[in-house]
């Protein structure tokens, strides 16, 4: 009787609440608001009856959460915006909720990377309790099959697979941009000759070439940032020769060539500068296919070796779990659809930005 | 007043204001701030100003269009008893294609090009039913025709790159006829055309405003041309009407001192030097010289002109002729099939990679286009000092000193213009950098590649006065590659007349002004627009009407 009372006074302050919100809407005018909440008004109508009760708090709670991290991303832009310099400051402003939201994972991301190994409680490897043991005070997310804590190994794989992604990413992007710059410059047989190196890499399918290559020269970090980075530099190179073919056409460069300035000083001065905005935009792009491909190898037992910690081993590990109707496993997996979509969520701004789609 | 009545107002503007948001203040600021405008059937009206000054913008409200980053803040905007302001965005989009028209400068950027003229043509006409496709396109053949279109019934199957400049700006002004609008907007449609080709645009677009009885808003900022066109004409300065008379009464007796000064730009005139006489060698001679650009047909033929120092040969022809093309030749970024370039009697290696540094500094180029010669993300002291540093080696304190000179040498204040980047400067200021540039590498030969074509007319006044004034006073030699003969007749010691890549005629420029000239440059000359509103009509009575611009073979 008091469940049914607490859970009848749920739904009668849900649907109040719901109706309360419509109206304020409607009275100041806002259209979007309005149409947004009445139509859930009306949808929960159909959960309710559908899904009883916990529907509609599932409901309450996902908007509950929807509404913590805008607020969250709020805050954190007012944050970046006031301890920024005024330039920078007024780029932030332009920045959607989502840009915002994606800066405050990616920022959460990097400190727990950096600071691993004071903000894990046990150690990358230790073995703490028994395999698959659950969530206790002494473990937040419970046991791997080891053994090991799994919130350790999480916040020490911020470190190992982040790591390892930007720095085969940064590699790329040095190889594909310099060879991309080199071209637009050279022009002719240069120019030709790294398009179609471009075109032969691009055509093996990228995983498979990285198992190939990884099984010849063995599983070792340098080999992983090496290969990752050879495959995924041509895009880079596609990206950089197109953005800087469109800027060696223009006038000011034909003024440098005919000054007799070197092709690295129009590189660096002249078409660098030009080129960048694209150039960001895609390493953030670049930065999730890498992380992904790097993700997909550990998986696969070919990436980062046991006993490291890496989001994309332990999805392999706890695999066996999910027939038991466990969440553990998809934990890791969370973590690295989570830092995808915030990266991209960034990115999204950047190229909104870059590509002058300016809204008024 | 004149030959219209109040009855038979068409579109009337009162007291209209639009903001325009600026980035860098993140606020609105008024761009027109409170224009009257009114204008009856059949009325051509000519706005004209400098750029900046909200022709474009008026143009643009008159269809009750706001541009991108404008607003329309106050006023009204009246068209056919129809309260544009506050009309719905669709009824608003309902008159323009069918009832207001527009044109714009540049057809070729405005055609799609994946599509067929003659389906860009019956798009409007068939989306507002007015007819059907196949009588659209029948119509839109007469209007061709009337346009004096060459093949009206084969040329609107044409891809819009098939056919040439002129071509498409009539097609475009047809276009824009298809459904027999009341009201058209031209904006700047001759300007990015040649004089020759001007011509028959003109005569075109004039013929079919009065055929119809439509009236038309002129945009331009050329005064010759709207003498030409208009019934009325409205002067504006910075979002402010400065004047408004008839034509007739305009151009005789202007009343502000803003539309005098306008009126007077043309007026800059120098003394002509001539070559000197003791045996002094060309700085630059180019001798026979052929060219072809990659596998293509020779685009210079036999070309063989000198430029001695001091002086100022200004190289002329139509857009194709190979103007441009010489230059390169010169500067070494095309190496010629044929003949040799001179500098000072010593030949120039013909690649500008195997020329020495001291070679490429005697040879300078200042460009049309002072946004693309600029690199936007250099400062003002980089691109100046970077020659100065290059060539010469300046280093700190020199090197400053030595950009600061520059800048006063080009009447830019050093201290407000030193750390600037050339996105903040106006078209006129970035033309000068640009100038600096040239300067800066101690040359004793600059060629200038239409450098006014794209500035107005006071700032282009004021550019060539500098030019001038840098000519006496570090005796630089000009090669002054253009297409407006006003610039020559005011800054040239030495005319080329070029033509298909060949120089059809050259010499003094007294010689080349006064008759008998070669038919080509008679052609050239008669075709530049000039202030008599009936400039145009004599000159198509002289010509015959079949015969204007390109049809006048030569």
């Known amino acids: ?360 | 007043m004149n030959k219209f009545t109040d009855k038979d107002i068409l579109l009337e503007i009162r007291d209209l204001k639009i903001d325009g948001y600026s980035h860098a203040e993140e606020t609105w600021i008024p761009i027109i701030k409170g224009v009257n405008l009114t204008l009856h059937r059949g009325e051509v009206m000519g706005l004209i100003g400098e750029s900046g000054a909200g022709k474009s913008t008026i143009g643009a409200a008159a269809m009750g269009y706001a541009r991108d980053g404008t607003r329309i803040s106050d006023g009204s905007i009246e068209f056919d008893g129809m309260e544009l302001t506050t009309a719905s965005e669709s009824d608003r989009r309902a008159l323009r294609g069918s009832r207001i028209a527009y044109v714009a400068q540049s057809a070729a950027a405005s055609f799609n090009p994946a599509h067929k003229i003659i389906d860009q043509h019956t798009e409007a006409p068939v989306h507002y039913r007015i007819q059907k496709r196949l009588e659209a396109q029948e119509d839109a053949m007469q209007l061709y025709e009337r346009l004096r279109l060459p093949n009206p019934q084969e040329i609107g199957f044409r891809y819009p790159h098939q056919v040439s400049g002129g071509q498409l700006q009539r097609a475009m002004t047809a276009m824009a006829m298809a459904c027999r609008p009341d009201l058209i907007i031209f904006d700047e449609p001759t300007t990015a055309l040649d004089v020759t080709t001007q011509i028959e645009v003109l005569a075109a677009i004039r013929d079919i405003v009065d055929q119809f009885n439509t009236a038309a808003i002129y945009i331009t900022h050329d005064l010759a041309v709207v003498a030409q066109m208009a019934d009325t004409i409205k002067v504006l300065l910075k979002g402010e009407e400065v004047e408004e008379a008839p034509t007739e009464m305009m151009l005789d007796n202007p009343q502000e001192e803003y539309t005098k000064s306008l009126w007077a730009v043309r007026s800059f005139k120098r003394p002509q030097k001539a070559r000197p006489k003791d045996g002094t060698l060309p700085v630059i001679s180019v001798q026979n010289v052929d060219a072809a650009y990659t596998g293509g047909v020779k685009v210079l033929d036999d070309v063989s002109f000198d430029i001695y120092p001091g002086m100022t040969v200004a190289v002329v022809g139509e857009s194709g002729s190979g103007k441009s093309t010489t230059a390169r030749v010169i500067t070494g970024l095309l190496p010629p099939s044929k003949g040799q370039v001179l500098f000072k009697g010593d030949p120039l290696p013909a690649r500008y990679q195997d020329r020495t540094r001291d070679q490429l500094r005697q040879a300078q180029m200042i460009y049309q286009m002072a946004d693309t010669a600029l690199n936007p993300k250099v400062r003002i002291n980089e691109i100046i000092g970077r020659p100065a540093q290059f060539y010469s080696g300046l280093k700190g304190q020199a090197l400053k000193q030595r950009v600061d000179e520059l800048l006063d040498l080009i009447e830019l204040d050093p201290v407000k213009f030193y750390n600037r980047y050339p996105p903040e400067l106006s078209g006129g200021q970035k033309q000068r950098i640009g100038i600096a540039r040239a300067l800066a590498a101690e040359p004793e030969f600059i060629i200038c590649d239409e450098v006014t074509s794209a500035l107005d007319q006071l700032v282009a006044e004021g550019i060539l006065k500098l030019l001038d004034r840098l000519q006496q006073e570090l005796g630089l030699a000009y090669m002054f590659i253009t297409h407006d003969l006003a610039t020559v007749r005011s800054i040239a010691d030495e005319v080329v007349v070029m033509q298909h890549g060949k120089v059809v005629e050259q010499g003094p420029k007294d010689e080349m002004f006064t008759p008998p000239h070669h038919p080509y440059t008679d052609l050239l000359l008669s075709s530049v627009p000039e202030m008599d509103p009936n400039w145009l009509t004599t000159l198509l009575e002289e010509r015959g009407v079949d015969n204007v611009g390109e049809a006048a073979d030569v």
């Open chain 1, 1 to 360: 009787m008091a469940n049914f009372l607490t859970s009848g006074g749920f739904v009668v302050g849900y649907y109040a609440a719901l109706i309360a919100a419509s109206c304020i809407a409607a009275y100041y005018n806002n259209r979007k608001a309005f149409m947004l909440l009445f139509s859930l008004t009306l949808v929960s109508f159909v959960l309710g009856i559908v899904g009883g009760v916990p529907a509609l708090r599932g409901v309450t709670i996902f908007a509950g959460l929807l509404a913590l991290a805008a607020g969250t991303s709020y805050a954190f832009k007012e944050f970046l915006i006031q301890i920024s310099s005024p330039g920078i400051a007024k780029e932030l402003r332009t920045a959607p909720l989502t840009a915002s939201f994606g800066m405050f994972i990616i920022f959460t991301y990097a400190i727990a990377g950096i600071f691993a190994p004071w903000i894990a409680p046990h150690g990358e490897a230790q073995v703490i309790s028994d395999a698959f043991a659950p969530a206790d005070e002494n473990m937040l997310l419970g046991a791997d099959q080891l053994g090991r804590d799994i919130f350790s190994r999480m916040v020490f794989g911020a470190r190992n697979s982040v790591g390892l992604a930007l720095l085969a990413t940064l590699l790329a992007f040095f190889m594909g941009a310099f060879a991309g710059l080199m071209a637009a410059v050279k022009g002719g047989w240069f120019d030709q000759i790294m398009g179609r190196v471009a075109d032969i890499i691009m055509s093996v399918p990228s995983l498979i070439f990285a198992l190939l290559m990884l099984s010849i020269f063995g599983t070792n970090l340098a080999v992983i940032v090496v290969v990752v980075a050879v495959i995924y530099s041509p895009r880079v190179f596609r990206l950089t020769r197109a953005v800087a073919g469109n800027v060696v056409v223009m006038d000011y460069i034909e003024a440098a060539k005919l000054r007799g300035e070197g092709d690295w000083y129009l590189i660096r001065k002249e078409i660098l500068p030009n080129s960048t905005a694209p150039l960001i935009a895609e390493f953030g792009l670049e930065f999730c296919f890498v992380f992904l491909l790097v993700a997909g190898l550990s998986f696969l037992g070919l990436g980062i070796q046991p006993p490291t910690a890496d989001w994309g081993s332990m999805v392999r590990e706890n695999a066996t779990l999910i027939s038991f109707g466990d969440m553990t496993p998809l934990i890791p997996a969370a973590a690295i659809a989570l830092l995808t979509v915030s990266v991209n969520f960034v990115v999204d701004w950047m190229l909104f930005r870059s590509s002058g789609l300016k809204e008024m």
